[in-house]
């Protein structure tokens, strides 16, 4: 087992990725930050549960490269005051809003049936444009040969292609560069981050943010600088 | 191959390399050293190319279509009908041109088609204006062959050997099956080597003689009775023509066809009226069979694109947009308006916007025509660098394909889908906010930095519309009842808009941790409302 030819998963020097505005997350990453460029998923059980603020820093760091960032069919508006406070250029994001549909009683769309295709033609369009820096998607459903088209749209484009999607798609298999689950903890206002699967060697399995808390306001501001 | 005296070409013929090239051919002396004429070495000044199309008539008619179908063209009328034109599909069904139409149904399925002469014509002057790219002097030998005059461009295009790569490839783009080249230094002279299937490049006026003798007298594309005539009397090729005293021919034959020759040799001139495009593009495709896939359309649509950019290219033109028209069964007809951005004559930008254009769309019924229009050709302006220094070249570059990415995004899902957010420097929450077209030019009202955003605490999302929420026990409810901050903010005013608002706005906790912005009217019915979600 200790053949030179042999490539161990442990031994396997990650390039290095951007650093997302965290310390402990930075930490726990195997390149030192984000995948770049690569196809990240973001899996929580409900929405809101805080997998855009861990993007806030390195969206406003590409945006000021400046680069492109592409929200295709958000679930929401994103809020423009908000984004600008966290820092990002909001002349360098572009909003793709196709036909949607709201199932439930919190008001959150999501693509019809219909409009699917379109969407997710749209994102791999943004993936492989190369004055991109991100984009965003929140599918509606998504198969494993899709997914990994977006993963080579992303590295044919120079990319970061994040998909926010439902704890229960963890158990299906993805190529995505990195897969993240998100726990926020209600009782010690903190999110817990899992690794699912990471390229590289792990330093850690999970680690816990400090989640700004109910009153998100000028402290919230400050941990989203990506100044500090 | 052909054998001299067939005429126009029976069987598409695989492209021969260059047998012989500029000097290649055997200097020997003429027979007659015309008087006036060059010293045999010396290159002449003009250098004319001939493109025959023998195959043109059908061409034109079948090459909307990337499937290939046994079809054959019928010259004549009544029971004299005959075929002039086979493509390769009918000749290996062993039809070949000289048969009666019925001689080629016997063989096997086979679409007849009529020609017509003034198609014909109207596709040479197109094929000029697309051939004005190579060379400015470019003119129509009827009825098959284009002349270019070509000394000038061949340092540009690597020699002959680059520019005959770059026709031949342009000219398969444009859907041209069968096609010849000759160059040689009078443009009937070229013509003739071209008709002959002679693949020559003559450099001298000295060495033509020799060249042109041995071809048949087939490619002067004379009048029946008279090639009838001529073969009476023994004469084959140019050079047995030759042989007769002058004085004879002219009283036997025309004196056209002296001077012919003597044009041919270069020892008259030739003048050539010289072909000026046009600043527009209109052209229609009509198609063999109905048509009712969209993605069938795409051989057609690329050929026209590839016609159009040839045109775009000669002109050193751009263009804003350019619109499609489909002919349907009945008569109907759909226009489609493709509008580019920036402007552009790049052709494969120009086919993947009209690719992603039909992919969403579906053909109410059957086509039988397609036509692609442009006007308002505009000179190409060289783009002006703001900064020469603060710039790097990876930013420029994605700048410069931003518009190309915007229309194929637009092409797909309408110009309305791609949107914008702008903050504006507002109280009410809605407000401080607004959504406008991709590209909209901001006003000065637009803040950068609005300090009621950042002293009070904002969501990421806002809902499209306040959702009204049911209301339990004096607190709001989404799933379970929510847990409200103690902090509330008071949202007052905007009766001199006509948006008057009064509203407490809280942030309201459920029982996974989900942080909701909610507010509570203060008139009216004090109802709760859902407006928006923290991350």
């Known amino acids: 087992m200790r053949r030179a030819r042999l490539w161990r998963a442990g031994e396997a020097v990650a390039e290095p990725g951007l650093p997302t505005g965290f310390d402990a997350l930075d930490a726990m990453l195997p390149g030192g930050g984000w995948p770049f460029p690569g196809l990240i998923e973001i899996l929580s059980a409900r929405p809101g549960s805080g997998g855009l603020r861990l993007l806030l820093p390195v969206l406003a760091r590409l945006s000021h490269e400046p680069r492109w960032l592409i929200w295709v069919a958000p679930p929401y508006q994103p809020y423009a005051p908000a984004l600008e406070t966290a820092g990002l250029a909001l002349r360098r994001v572009m909003v793709i809003d196709l036909a949607t549909e709201t199932p439930g009683m919190e008001g959150a769309a999501q693509p019809s049936a219909a409009a699917n295709t379109d969407v997710l033609w749209a994102f791999e369009q943004a993936l492989r444009f190369p004055g991109c820096g991100a984009a965003l998607l929140w599918p509606r459903e998504i198969d494993a040969l899709c997914l990994r088209r977006l993963q080579l749209a992303c590295e044919a484009g120079g990319t970061l292609g994040v998909l926010f999607r439902p704890a229960e798609c963890a158990a299906q298999a993805s190529p995505a560069a990195l897969r993240l689950l998100l726990t926020p903890q209600p009782a010690c206002v903190a999110l817990d981050i899992a690794i699912l699967k990471c390229r590289g060697s792990l330093r850690a399995r999970a680690c816990r943010v400090p989640d700004p808390g109910v009153g998100v306001g000028p402290a919230a501001a400050q941990l989203h600088d990506p100044s500090t | 191959m052909n054998k001299p005296g067939e005429g126009v070409s029976p069987v598409l013929t695989p492209l021969q390399p260059l047998q012989r090239l500029i000097h290649s051919v055997p200097r020997t002396p003429p027979r007659a050293v015309p008087v006036g004429a060059l010293p045999a070495a010396t290159p002449s000044p003009v250098l004319w190319l001939a493109i025959h199309l023998p195959q043109l008539a059908l061409d034109i008619i079948t090459r909307a279509h990337a499937e290939r179908r046994a079809c054959v063209l019928v010259d004549g009328d009544g029971v004299r009908q005959r075929i002039a034109c086979v493509n390769r599909e009918a000749a290996r069904l062993g039809i ?101 299937r002679q693949t020559a490049a003559i450099d001298s006026l000295a060495a033509l003689p020799a060249a042109l003798a041995m071809l048949p007298l087939d490619v002067l594309c004379l009048p029946v009775k008279q090639l009838q005539d001529l073969h009476g009397i023994g004469v084959h090729t140019l050079g047995d023509c030759w042989r007769l005293p002058r004085e004879g021919l002219t009283r036997r034959f025309a004196p056209a066809l002296l001077q012919e020759f003597d044009r041919a040799l270069g020892r008259e001139p030739d003048p050539r009226s010289a072909f000026t495009p046009p600043a527009c593009f209109a052209e229609r495709l009509d198609l063999l069979w109905e048509i009712r896939q969209v993605q069938m359309l795409a051989t057609g649509m690329e050929r026209l694109l590839h016609e159009l950019g040839g045109n775009l290219r000669a002109q050193g033109t751009v263009l804003r947009g350019f619109t499609w028209t489909l002919h349907h069964r009945d008569g109907e007809r759909t226009s489609h308006r493709i509008a580019l951005v920036a402007p552009s004559r790049d052709v494969a930008h120009f086919a993947r916007l009209t ?8 053909l109410t019924s059957p086509v039988r025509a397609i036509e692609l229009e442009a006007g308002d050709f505009e000179v190409q302006q060289v783009p002006v660098m703001e900064d020469l220094f603060r710039r790097g070249p990876a930013a420029q570059e994605s700048e410069e394909r931003w518009p190309q990415f915007l229309e194929r995004l637009q092409a797909r899902l309408g110009a309305a889908a791609l949107k914008q957010i702008v903050a504006r420097s507002d109280h009410r929450p809605e407000r401080a906010m607004q959504t406008v077209p991709i590209g909209t030019p901001l006003s000065g009202s637009v803040t950068t930095d609005s300090p009621v955003h950042r002293r009070r605490s904002r969501p990421l999302w806002l809902t499209r519309e306040p959702l009204p929420l049911p209301e339990r026990n004096g607190r709001p409810a989404l799933g379970g009842v929510l847990t409200l901050s103690p902090e509330r903010e008071r949202v007052q005013g905007g009766w001199w808009e006509g948006v008057d608002l009064a509203r407490d706005y809280f942030v309201a906790r459920d029982s996974h941790g989900t942080r909701w912005w909610v507010f509570r009217e203060l008139g009216g019915s004090r109802g709760w409302y859902l407006h928006g979600l923290f991350e």
């Not at chain 2, 000759?182 to 070229?190: C, K, L, N, S, V």
């Not at chain 2, 690719?355 to 579906?362: D, G, L, Q, S």
């Open chain 2, 96 to 196: 070949r041109p000289g048969m009666a139409p019925g001689a080629a149904h016997a063989l096997g399925e086979v679409q007849v088609l009529a020609r017509t002469p003034a198609a014909e014509d109207a596709a040479l002057a197109r094929l000029c204006a697309w051939a004005w790219q190579f060379t400015p002097v470019v003119s129509v030998d009827a009825p098959d062959t284009l002349l270019l005059e070509v000394r000038g461009s061949l340092a540009l295009f690597g020699g002959l050997h680059g520019l005959l790569s770059r026709l031949r490839r342009g000219l398969r783009e444009l859907g041209m099956q069968g096609f010849a080249f000759a160059a040689a230094p009078t443009p009937r002279g070229a013509t003739w080597l071209a008709r002959g």
């Open chain 2, 355 to 362: 690719r992603e254009y039909f992919a969403r769309r579906r």
